[in-house]
């Protein structure tokens, strides 16, 4: 593997051994112990419960800085990707690693457009939720379905797994969008190939049969750049589980099934979705800014947590939720829509940054404090938003899995464990016990 390198050796003493570890160099110049003989050599483990200090895998797909605030992929800032490029042009450069040329470009996204139908079969699962099942839980299922349809996912050739990712980043949109019909009782609007993807999933998402829509570009734009924004970040809790899962060597479709619930909970995805029930009820209710984030700062006795703040890595601001700001600014301006909601984060927001609590534990806004309003503003209901960056992080989950299982040094992901529990313990019968 290039882009790393050994620089040395660190020294690590217990009780009267020393013994050696080699320190590698990444290619930004972070650092990082090889501990792979350590439990050999010394009979000890590393503990990380959150597996902040712990690295996982050698990665050449996106870098993040989190003190100076940068995301790359592939080596170009999210900046840059966020005002040129499109969802399907960062999708290639992440799973196949350069910028795609003209041809190149253009043979995927028919390859994604031509495979945005679903199995006709499929869509008879959708009437077997109820009306009030969440998305995600509709979506992690008929992803990990689609095993059973393409069994040429068991194939590890590369044009059976070019073939399961074009299926993979086309169906999820239109899975998606079935899965929001299905919950307001509306009959399924199938992709139609002349309309991009973001265009599309609109289309789908929207349109009925008893009138014509067309799609408003300011919405598509929009769309398209929170795509982008979400398409990956590193080794965060859903992608470790798509990697996880999938160094079992399971199936593309099962992994990132599993990617998909890790990706659900409030404090990973989920919190687009938590960020918008806070401002909510902070308009509702009425609510002094001051004193909700005084709730905040006392979070141990409330429980309440500022949603779409705080980020493991990054410990100065989100650069995507710089971009976000913007873009909400930009998109309700555009369609002449005031939004109290955005009038509360942004006050929130200036709070909060002036205040000792956030200062002294670096908590800035992350990616998911102005998504909801943008995702809002385009008329994404509030149960859509996490499936929505589910939708953007496809490619991000399917660039690492196939970096994982492309990489000679695959390995499945086995961490260890200190045992707490009773040493030894008699087995007693059932009718003695209490
Ligand atoms: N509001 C109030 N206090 C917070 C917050 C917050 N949003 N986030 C962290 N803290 C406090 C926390 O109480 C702790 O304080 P103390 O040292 O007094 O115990 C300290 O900051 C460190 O928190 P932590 O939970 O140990 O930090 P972490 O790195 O394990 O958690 C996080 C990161 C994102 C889970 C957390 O900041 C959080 O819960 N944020 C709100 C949920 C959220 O916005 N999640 C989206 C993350 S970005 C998108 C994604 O990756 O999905």
Request: hydrophobic share 40%; aromatic share 10%; with cysteine.
């Amino acid at each position: 593997m290039s882009g790393y390198k050994k620089i040395g050796e660190a020294e690590l003493k217990i009780e009267n051994k020393v013994i050696k570890l080699p320190l590698f160099e990444g290619a930004e110049k972070e650092h990082a112990i090889d501990i792979g003989n350590l439990r050999s050599e010394t009979g000890s483990i590393t503990m990380d419960p959150g597996y902040g200090n712990t690295g996982s895998c050698f990665s050449s797909i996106t870098y993040i800085d989190g003190e100076k605030g940068i995301l790359k992929h592939r080596g170009i800032p999210i900046e840059e990707l966020a005002e040129k490029s499109s969802f399907l042009e960062v999708s290639y450069l992440l799973i196949y690693g350069h910028l795609p040329g003209k041809k190149e470009l253009n043979d995927f996204t028919t390859s994604v457009t031509r495979h945005s139908m679903i199995h006709e079969d499929m869509k008879r699962f959708f009437n077997n939720y109820p009306a009030t099942a969440h998305p995600m839980s509709i979506i992690s299922s008929m992803i990990c379905s689609l095993s059973s349809y393409y069994p040429d996912c068991f194939n590890s050739d590369p044009a059976s797994v070019d073939l399961n990712i074009a299926r993979l980043i086309a169906k999820v949109n239109t899975i998606a969008a079935f899965s929001y019909k299905k919950s307001i009782g509306q009959p399924f609007i199938g992709p139609i190939n002349r309309l991009s993807y973001v265009e599309n999933f609109l289309h789908m998402m929207f349109a009925v049969p008893a009138e014509p829509y067309t799609v408003e570009p300011v919405f598509a734009k929009a769309l398209e750049l929170f795509l982008i924004l979400h398409a990956d970040h590193e080794q965060n809790c859903s992608t470790s589980t798509v990697r996880m899962v999938g160094s079992s060597l399971a199936n593309l479709y099962a992994s990132i099934s599993a990617g998909i619930c890790a990706l659900w909970g409030p404090l990973h995805g989920g919190a687009n979705q938590a960020v918008i029930e806070m401002l909510t009820r902070i308009e509702k209710e009425r609510m002094d800014v001051k004193d909700f984030v005084q709730q905040v700062k006392d979070n141990k006795k409330s429980g309440i947590r500022l949603m779409g703040f705080g980020h493991r890595v990054y410990k100065s601001f989100d650069p995507r939720a710089k971009i976000l700001k913007k873009a909400c600014d930009d998109v309700l301006k555009k369609i002449g829509k005031h939004t109290a909601l955005l009038d509360i984060a942004k006050r929130l927001e200036e709070t909060a940054l002036k205040d000792s609590y956030f200062i002294e534990r670096k908590l800035y806004p992350n990616v998911d404090f102005y998504s909801g309003i943008l995702l809002q503003a385009i008329g994404i209901p509030v149960n859509m938003f996490t499936v929505m960056f589910a939708i953007g992080r496809m490619p991000g989950w399917i660039a690492q899995w196939k970096e994982m299982l492309e990489s000679p040094d695959l390995k499945i992901g086995r961490p260890r464990q200190i045992y707490t529990g009773p040493v030894t313990q008699p087995y007693v019968p059932i009718d003695q016990r209490i």
